[in-house]
Each structure stands twice: as C-alpha cells, then as structure tokens.
C-alpha cells in the first residue's frame, strides 16, 4: 500500500474523494429538476442539437411553459416549430449537454443523468488545483496539496454539479489552459537550455526543428483550449489577451504568442461567423452582451442580475434586435448620469466578491429544500459562507507575499483579464468561483509562509507597501460583506423565520 501513500498516487486520492463528496448531493436530490431562467435556456439548446434541429430555442413543445412567465414577440422572425435559431449563449455548454442527452436521451431522467455525468468533471478541478499549485509554487509541493484539499472540500463546488450551468465546463477549463499555458512556458525554457552540441549539422537542424515542434504544440494547445473556454463563456477573451500579451512581452516569444491567437482564432471565429448569419450583423460569440449592459447600468438596478429587470428584453426574440436595443438604452442610462458609473463599478466588485449566499437564498426561499429549522440553516449559511471569507482574505496576503516570477505574473494576469469585464458588465457572487483555485493557491501559500516570512517581507520598503495593501483589500472585503448583511437584514430575517422556505424571493 506504500504505492498508494506516495505523493505520485496523490492526484487519483483527492480526485475520488472530491468524487464521493459531489456524488452525495446528486444522488440525494435524484428527482429535482432545474431552476433559474439560464437552465432552461441550455436544456432547450441541448434537446434542439440532440433532436438535429441545429441551435435553436422557444421550440413549439417550450412555448406554454414559457409563455406563462412572459410573453414571446415574433413579429421581426420567421417562426419555425423546430424553434428560433440563436446567438443569445455560447455554444459549448449546451453542445456538451447535447451528448449527455444523446446517450442517455431527453425523457424525465435527463437532468439527473446530466448531472452525474457533471460529478467526474467537477471533481477533476482538485487535481487540476494540485498540478497548478505544483507548477506556480514549485519550491513548495505542500501548497498544491492544500490549495486541492480546499477545492475537494469547498461546499459550493460540491453542489455545484447539481446546477446545469456554463461554469461546471467553464471552471475545467480555465484550469486546464492555465496549466497548458505553464507548460508553453516550461517548453520555451528548456529550449533556450538545450544549446548547441557537438553532432552533426544535420543532427542540430533536426533537433533544432524538432525542439520548436515540441514548444509550438504547448502553444497551439493553449490557443484551442482559451478558444473552448471562450466558446463557453466569452468573458475568458479577456483573460486569452492578457496570456497573449504574457507570451510576447513575458516570455519574449510574439511568434508564439501569434501561434495562440491563431488557433484561438481557430476555434471561435466559425461560431462568430455562424452569428454573424443568423443575425445579419458582425456578432461575436454570444449577442447577450446588450441585455447584460441593460441590467447593468438600468436605472432601477445595482449592477447585478436582478428580476423583474432581466425580464424587460426577453420577450424580443429576435438576437440582434435585443442586443442593439439593450446597448442603445445602455449607452442613454449612462450618458443620463455619467456620475453613476463609477458607483455601479464599485457595487460590481462588492457583489463579485460578495458572500455566496444568493444561490442558497434563492433555492431555499422557492421550497426546493423544504422547511428548515433556524439553528440548523443558520449553520447551513455559515458553512457555505465562511470558505470564501478566508481564502480571499488569506488570498490577499498570499499576492502580498509572492515573488514576481513569470509564472505569479500570469496568474495575477489571468484573476485581472477574468474580474475586469463583470466590473463593467454585471457581476454576481457566483462569478468569483472561477478564480477559487487561484485564490486557493495564494491562500496556501500564505499559510506555508507563515509568520517569520510576512516579518522578514515586512523588513522591506515593496513589501511594506504590499502588506499595507493587503490589509487594506481585507477591510473592504469585511466592510462589503458587513454592507451586504445589513442590507438584506429584512429579507435575511425572513428567510429565518418560520415558512421562510415558501418567501418564494426571486433570484
């Protein structure tokens, strides 16, 4: 059994337990169906792809379940039974639900066959953890081991399989590029290091071609992987550009960096093309870029994704229709009172960073949960809430503390190129869950660290500054998380009181 003990077997140990522990809960609710708006949009898209009716929704079958929560405008489409074809969502999500409905088919069981097919792929993010704290914090193997125990264990993560959403495809993803991103760069180095040797010209030719092969397929994968995870969520553009630019001016290789973008491009120009048809206007991956500006920067709104806003241009079917009219009235929200925007950034970051507890509240208060008691939700709440509060704060003195190597530099890059769009966009506390793994990684490395390292960091003027900001970052995130529990104390109460499973608050 020695074998088993070793720290080679360690990736297989932490990925069955995260395994076992995210079975639980999905064989525990085997019968629940789905919630929230975004659930039923992939489910339609998947059993559109599934039955070969290509990428549409509101097929004829959806409409009088959907027409009861709000009227359909059709007047700018021409309506097909088989339903509307659309650029609203990216693709990957739902053709990946399409194959799970493929093989296990559409009937009532679906939703739980999707979900246990979710199972092994949300357990994978605690080796995948493992493998990153490895290669970020390479003189440290323990922080790999902690930074995984803590994705294994994360109560969120743990449920999160149960939800038929982008980011248990996404979350794999990102770490997956992240990882191959480090082995570009560890293919580069030992290229550089390879220098000349005493063979034959032709010999040297040939490893000096095969040398670049081997560097420039880590790069190409990076590029195919960021365009999926784009394909997925569009949002990861922004943290592609900011690898792209690592590449060029990090490890000073543009050709490289050029081979990314090439095959980025690959991957995802297709879809846009396909987009940009069906709207009859350039589109990108996704045309939800309007709706999201709408609720956004909408007058009535924080921020955040809010109800009965969200529901103001969805009855327009038509793609391109709701995405001009949404940056349109976008555009007038702002230039109405310019002075709001930069309060709406703020509220963004308070709620990308806030407490996750919206998906908790939104489930318990419409009965998915049943009745149950205040001590018992009360801890419930706490054990939910509490991970995050001290992997972030733990996270900010983890930066504080990091040596810049070019391989912190892309970390750093990659948590600024994801947060930096949903402060402009829209923002919920759920969007944090992509950058747990990261924030992970830094919180180990902190605790690693320990107290003689922030005094000896202490010592210098730059890590002073540092710790002074850290602190800093720790204030606001209590005071955000304080602002936020006072806000919601009325609704909170509620939620606590007797029948508070039937306040039916909206999400």
Not at 46 to 55: K, L, M, T
Not at 101 to 129: D, E, M, N, S
Not at 258 to 264: E, H
Request: glycine residues 8%.
């Amino acid at each position: 059994m020695n074998w088993w003990k070793s720290s080679k077997t360690f990736p297989l140990r932490i990925f069955l337990v995260a395994l076992i522990l995210r079975l639980i809960p999905v064989l525990a609710t085997r019968t629940m169906g789905i919630g929230l708006d975004d659930m039923f949009q992939y489910d339609m898209l998947a059993r559109s792809i599934a039955a070969g009716n290509g990428y549409r929704w509101y097929a004829q079958e959806d409409l009088p379940l959907i027409e009861q929560y709000m009227p359909l405008d059709f007047a700018n489409v021409n309506y097909d039974p088989r339903g509307v074809p659309t650029s609203f969502r990216p693709p990957l999500y739902p053709a990946f639900l399409a194959v799970v409905y493929l093989v296990a088919g559409v009937g009532t069981q679906r939703f739980f066959i999707a979900r246990l097919v979710q199972v092994p792929l949300a357990a994978v993010l605690a080796p995948l953890t493992y493998a990153l704290g490895r290669r970020f914090f390479p003189e440290k193997p323990r922080i790999g081991v902690i930074a995984s125990w803590m994705i294994a264990l994360y109560p969120l993560l743990v449920i999160y399989p149960l939800s038929l959403a982008t980011e248990n495809l996404f979350f794999v993803l990102v770490l997956a590029s992240t990882l191959v991103l480090l082995k570009a760069a560890d293919s580069v180095k030992s290229q550089a290091g390879a220098g000349p040797s005493p063979t034959a010209s032709s010999q040297k030719a040939f490893g000096r071609i095969w040398n670049g092969l081997i560097a420039t397929r880590w790069f190409i994968l990076a590029g195919i992987l960021l365009g999926l995870t784009a394909l997925t969520r569009s949002v990861a553009l922004g943290m592609a550009g900011l690898a792209f630019l690592w590449i060029w001016f990090g490890l000073h290789q543009p050709r490289m960096g050029i081979v990314l973008l090439a095959f980025l491009a690959l991957v995802t120009v297709p879809w846009m093309i396909r987009n940009t048809i069906v709207d009859k206007r350039v589109t990108g991956i996704e045309s939800a870029l309007g709706y999201d500006l709408y609720v956004g920067y909408n007058p009535q709104g924080t921020g955040t994704f809010q109800y009965p806003i969200s529901l103001d241009l969805m009855p327009i079917v038509d793609d391109g229709e709701r995405d001009a009219i949404g940056r349109e009235k976008a555009l007038e929200f702002i230039r109405a009172d310019p002075g709001r925007f930069p309060y709406l950034v703020v509220r963004r970051a308070g709620y990308f960073f806030g407490l996750e507890r919206r998906a908790l509240t939104y489930f318990y208060s419409n009965d998915y949960l049943g009745y149950i008691p205040t001590p018992l939700l009360l801890s419930i709440a706490f054990i939910v809430c509490i991970p995050f509060v001290i992997v972030s704060v733990s996270a900010a003195f983890g930066i504080a503390m990091t040596r810049w190597r070019k391989e912190t530099r892309l970390l750093i890059l990659l948590i600024v190129g994801y947060v930096t769009p949903h402060l402009f966009i829209i923002a919920e506390d759920r969007f944090h869950l992509a950058m747990v793994p990261f924030f992970t990684m830094l919180a180990a490395f902190f605790w690693s660290a320990g107290g003689p390292a922030m005094k000896a960091h202490w010592q210098t003027r730059r890590g002073r500054i540092a710790l002074g900001l850290a602190v800093l970052a720790t204030l606001l995130l209590c005071f955000n998380w304080t602002a936020e529990l006072l806000r919601d104390s009325s609704k909170l109460t509620q939620l606590l009181s007797s029948g508070g499973n039937q306040t039916y608050f909206p999400y």
